[in-house]
């Protein structure tokens, strides 16, 4: 649950980093319309997408796991319960659901980036 919960913090990141650049852009280059444009509702509508991207980011990635077949050790030698780890233990080749879940990390941070 660790490892979701840090999914759900970078996906959060990710879309507070680019509210701000968006915020900083209207400060910068329309600073007479600031007011106007960066109004209270825009603000919470920004706080609220991006505790949803977080949320879905995280949900994802636990749907994916839960479903997962596992038999024989449940037992990661590790500390922190990485994700990489968990799909290890799974009664499957795990090697397209690594490749699947890292390129879906990606997508969400080529996503938060590209729409700066």
Request: aromatic residues 10%.
């Amino acid at each position: 649950m660790s490892q979701i919960f840090s999914h759900f913090i970078a996906g959060l990141e990710m879309v507070i980093l680019v509210v701000m650049a968006y915020d900083r852009y209207v400060a910068i280059c329309k600073p007479l319309h600031y007011s106007t444009v960066m109004s209270l509702h825009r603000c919470m509508w920004l706080v609220v997408a991006a505790w949803t991207v977080g949320f879905v980011h995280a949900m994802s990635q636990i749907v994916v796991i839960v479903q997962l077949p596992f038999c024989g050790p449940r037992e990661i030698d590790s500390f922190f319960c990485d994700r990489p780890l968990v799909i290890n233990l799974a009664c499957m080749d795990s090697h397209k659901l690594k490749v699947l879940m890292n390129v879906y990390c990606g997508v969400v941070a080529i996503h938060a980036l590209s729409s700066c």
